[in-house]
């Protein structure tokens, strides 16, 4: 093997290489980050609300707030 032959092997995987990094960062970029299980949004009532946001003990908080709402609104009448 010469070296313009060593030479080629050696770019050409280097080309290679680089295209998949490239393909894979891009396929990242693309990817959601965090965790992204459960629902984003929240409707209720004539509301949506973005959630994806709170923690789990904000979301328990959030939900607890508004299934005290909806009883104590039945209960007031």
Same mark, same amino acid.
């Given at each position: 093997?010469?070296?313009?032959? /060593?030479?080629?092997?050696?770019?050409?995987?280097?080309?290679?290489?680089? @295209?998949?990094?490239? /393909?894979? /960062?891009?396929? $990242?970029?693309? $990817?959601? %980050?965090?965790? %992204?299980?459960?629902?984003?949004?929240?409707?209720?009532?004539?509301?949506?609300?973005?959630?994806?946001?709170?923690?789990?003990?904000?979301?328990?908080?959030?939900?607890? $707030?508004?299934?005290?709402? @909806?009883?104590?609104?039945?209960? @007031?009448?």
């Amino acid at each position: 093997m010469g070296v313009l032959e /060593a030479l080629d092997v050696v770019l050409g995987n280097a080309t290679n290489i680089a @295209s998949f990094a490239v /393909a894979y /960062a891009t396929w $990242r970029t693309t $990817r959601p %980050t965090g965790p %992204t299980s459960g629902a984003r949004t929240m409707v209720h009532g004539n509301s949506t609300v973005d959630i994806g946001h709170l923690s789990p003990e904000e979301l328990a908080d959030l939900l607890r $707030r508004l299934d005290g709402d @909806s009883s104590d609104s039945g209960t @007031s009448e």
